[in-house]
């Protein structure tokens, strides 16, 4: 699908200590001695009682999308899938006399693709319980067997893969991680998902310790036809950023406000007190925002994100997580160890390169993906 592509004019925000802009990104061609903002044609329209039913419709849509994109998920988990062919092997020619050796082997084969120790136990002990019972009678039955305990895990501990964008509008989205994991390509890609459901998307440019980071969500603000808000002078605070983004958000009718921030190391303490700034920020301005605090990993790291989102979940309360990169490795048991050992949904995963390769989380999709 083909993006729009603009040239941003400005429009000023007014602030005490630094100036703001709004880079309203429409075509110059059309818009360019105008300062009005073109009309969003949003596929819903919604009173101000009926804010609750956009953003159900709206989160209906992208669980719909996801189904609908099966594809994706099993194209970008190759790797991992490949990595997992050998079960296909070892089962095939099961036997219950074989059974210590199979799952022993099935055991390095979960541990490589970094569903974790503990995990991997638990499964292959469950297995090795249901075999001995007389439950499992063949190879199709355990593989079977193993997929439903994956799908377990993923659904009891990690079932709210939508995104909860709360009752009022305008629902406010933080976009934490460390330097180098894809959050701000995730924010870009996650605006252009949204916008293409029908919703009114406002980007703010929060991360004013890397110099480049505006400048890169501009060009996502382009390519996807949104606006965003920006900060003018090397030293404004990324929560005095936010804050004004959002009372932009209120005062022109947005339905969603995606805001970047700074990526930071989990061990820095100074700058993860800094995220809880930007946290109390929005919240003055919009009753209970952000309403979804989205921790973006990096899937080549495998079970060493674990420590990150720990440290994230603790000073910040983590609502959900972006997986990036996961078509790279053959590490996607990562995915399960993460919802297992912290119990905070996957709502997004990046299977690719391309603005549409950032898929809405399926747990029933995913497991197929890595056990074809």
């Known amino acids: 699908m083909a993006m729009a592509s603009a040239t941003p004019t400005r429009l000023p925000l007014i602030s005490k200590h630094t100036s703001f802009y709004l880079t309203n990104c429409l075509p110059q061609t059309q818009f360019s001695h105008c300062t009005a903002i073109r009309p969003a044609t949003n596929r819903f329209k919604c009173s101000a009682g009926g804010q609750t039913g956009f953003f159900t419709r709206l989160g209906r849509l992208i669980k719909e999308k996801a189904k609908s994109d099966v594809e994706k998920i099993f194209s970008g988990f190759s790797k991992t899938r490949d990595n997992l062919a050998v079960i296909d092997e070892l089962l095939l020619y099961w036997n219950l006399a074989d059974t210590d050796k199979v799952l022993d082997e099935l055991e390095e084969a979960l541990l490589v693709s970094d569903f974790g120790p503990r995990i991997t136990i638990k499964i292959v002990e469950s297995l090795r319980d249901d075999i001995l019972a007389g439950k499992l009678k063949s190879g199709p039955d355990i593989k079977d067997a193993l997929k439903n305990s994956v799908l377990d895990l993923l659904t009891k501990k990690g079932n709210k893969t939508e995104l909860q964008l709360g009752y009022r509008k305008p629902a406010v989205v933080l976009i934490v991680g460390v330097?180098?994991?894809?959050?701000?390509?995730?924010?870009?890609?996650?605006?252009?998902?949204?916008?293409?459901?029908?919703?009114?998307?406002?980007?703010?440019?929060?991360?004013?310790?890397?110099?480049?980071?505006?400048?890169?969500?501009?060009?996502?603000?382009?390519?996807?036809?949104?606006?965003?808000?920006?900060?003018?002078?090397?030293?404004?605070?990324?929560?005095?950023?936010?804050?004004?983004?959002?009372?932009?958000?209120?005062?022109?009718?947005?339905?969603?406000?995606?805001?970047?921030?700074?990526?930071?190391?989990?061990?820095?303490?100074?700058?993860?007190?800094?995220?809880?700034?930007?946290?109390?920020?929005?919240?003055?301005?919009?009753?209970?925002?952000?309403?979804?605090i989205l921790l973006v990993l990096d899937g080549t790291t495998g079970l060493n994100m674990l420590p990150q989102a720990r440290e994230f979940n603790d000073v910040v309360g983590i609502t959900g997580l972006i997986l990036t990169k996961l078509d790279g490795s053959a590490r996607g048991g990562c995915v399960v160890s993460v919802v297992d050992e912290l119990g905070i949904p996957v709502k997004f995963v990046g299977v690719g390169e391309g603005v549409e390769d950032l898929q809405p989380f399926d747990a029933e999709a995913f497991v197929n993906a890595i056990f074809s």
Not at 229 to 234: D, F, K, L, P, Y
């Open 179 to 292: 330097n180098g994991g894809g959050k701000t390509t995730s924010l870009g890609k996650l605006a252009y998902r949204l916008k293409n459901e029908g919703a009114k998307i406002l980007m703010a440019a929060g991360d004013t310790f890397r110099a480049a980071a505006s400048d890169q969500l501009e060009i996502w603000a382009e390519r996807t036809g949104c606006e965003i808000v920006v900060a003018e002078g090397e030293k404004a605070k990324a929560s005095s950023v936010l804050s004004q983004a959002v009372k932009r958000g209120k005062e022109q009718g947005f339905d969603i406000v995606l805001c970047d921030t700074s990526g930071r190391l989990h061990t820095n303490y100074s700058l993860m007190e800094e995220l809880v700034a930007c946290k109390k920020a929005v919240g003055k301005v919009v009753n209970g925002a952000p309403n979804e």
